[in-house]
């Protein structure tokens, strides 16, 4: 018991968990922790730890409440201690969407259909009571690229015109987020559960503590440009047509998909270079090639020509052509 956190014993005790084993899940890219408790009848529950400072529960306990009062599969709240950083939530078991289309190829298609069809029911509904995404957030994710990359390889970038560049590509996007969405933020098959083991299963939302209310391309970007697994591009096109259709999204949609794009993946490969440089995480510099060589692709829409510019002007071909450089 000496490796679990402090105050654990007694949270578990007073959900009337008291018993149960604790075994230890890997963690995300965060400070929280997660256990499953099992009880000896075999029944379970997850245990997260996200302690403050660091962390602060009480986001994740707001929007699994508004999911769940809407219709979308979070998980169920057991306990909580929020000033002390305990939840206590319903199991959704251990099928994500990820492993199982990995180990069940067949069911690729059938699986991310669900999940686009989910994102259509959750953007049929009014955007929840969550803060805006807006351009000055925007913009300062986009930064992460400017400050911990350029920096990881020595790089002495422009970063007024960086900024200026993206300010000009999502000012027509930002008028045509007036009737915005609930966004999720990282919808993306690790975080999506299948509950029966069935690709077309209803299918549990997880990791969705920072949503915010903006733009309906920006989870679909998350999805189909995902930097944990390879999405082909018959894929992505297949079920960015499928959204379109059921939603009846204008012209302009697919230019706002290629500008949220190409600023999601400029923001993933700042964070997963911090991640290595600050947090001692070295894993997710191996994603970096794919999250690269998906904004390389966004780069070509006419709708990012002054970022793209920058690119041009800022990264040498060097880095470019392997897709984001190697970083000691």
């Known amino acids: 018991m000496s490796e679990l956190p402090d105050g654990l014993v007694e949270f578990v005790e007073g959900a009337g968990w008291g018993a149960a084993a604790v075994e230890p899940i890997p963690g995300d890219a965060s400070f929280r922790r997660?256990?499953?408790?099992?009880?000896?009848?075999?029944?379970?529950?997850?245990?997260?730890?996200?302690?403050?400072?660091?962390?602060?529960?009480?986001?994740?306990?707001?929007?699994?409440?508004?999911?769940?009062?809407?219709?979308?599969?979070?998980?169920?709240?057991?306990?909580?201690?929020?000033?002390?950083?305990?939840?206590?939530?319903?199991?959704?078991?251990?099928?994500?969407?990820?492993?199982?289309?990995?180990?069940?190829?067949?069911?690729?298609?059938?699986?991310?259909?669900?999940?686009?069809?989910?994102?259509?029911?959750?953007?049929?509904?009014?955007?929840?009571?969550?803060?805006?995404?807006?351009?000055?957030?925007?913009?300062?994710?986009?930064?992460?690229?400017?400050?911990?990359?350029?920096?990881?390889?020595?790089?002495?970038?422009?970063?007024?015109?960086?900024?200026?560049?993206?300010?000009?590509?999502?000012?027509?996007?930002?008028?045509?987020?007036?009737?915005?969405?609930?966004?999720?933020?990282?919808?993306?098959?690790?975080?999506?559960?299948?509950l029966d083991k069935k690709a077309t299963a209803p299918q549990g939302l997880i990791d969705f503590q920072d949503a915010l209310v903006g733009h309906r391309a920006y989870d679909l970007v998350s999805l189909l440009q995902d930097a944990r697994r390879d999405v082909s591009p018959e894929l992505e096109e297949a079920m960015l047509a499928r959204y379109i259709e059921q939603t009846g999204a204008d012209d302009d949609f697919r230019a706002d998909y290629a500008r949220l794009g190409a600023q999601r993946n400029a923001k993933i490969v700042g964070i997963f270079v911090r991640l290595f440089k600050r947090d001692e995480k070295p894993k997710y510099l191996t994603m970096i090639p794919r999250v690269w060589a998906a904004m390389e692709r966004d780069l070509q829409h006419p709708a990012l020509e002054p970022v793209a510019r920058w690119f041009d002007t800022n990264i040498p071909d060097g880095l470019r052509a392997a897709h984001g450089g190697n970083i000691a």
């Not at 699994?64 to 201690?81: D, S, V």
């Open 34 to 194: 997660y256990f499953r408790l099992r009880r000896a009848s075999g029944e379970t529950a997850m245990l997260m730890h996200a302690p403050p400072p660091e962390e602060d529960p009480q986001p994740f306990i707001l929007v699994a409440g508004w999911l769940g009062a809407n219709g979308m599969r979070a998980p169920e709240l057991l306990a909580q201690n929020p000033r002390e950083g305990w939840l206590l939530t319903e199991d959704f078991g251990n099928d994500r969407m990820r492993e199982w289309v990995d180990a069940n190829p067949a069911d690729e298609l059938p699986a991310y259909e669900a999940a686009i069809d989910a994102l259509v029911a959750l953007h049929m509904r009014p955007a929840g009571p969550f803060s805006p995404y807006d351009l000055p957030t925007y913009l300062r994710e986009a930064a992460l690229l400017t400050e911990w990359y350029a920096p990881a390889h020595g790089l002495d970038v422009d970063v007024a015109r960086y900024n200026a560049a993206w300010e000009k590509a999502l000012a027509p996007l930002i008028d045509r987020q007036a009737s915005p969405v609930t966004v999720l933020r990282d919808y993306h098959a690790e975080n999506i559960m299948l």
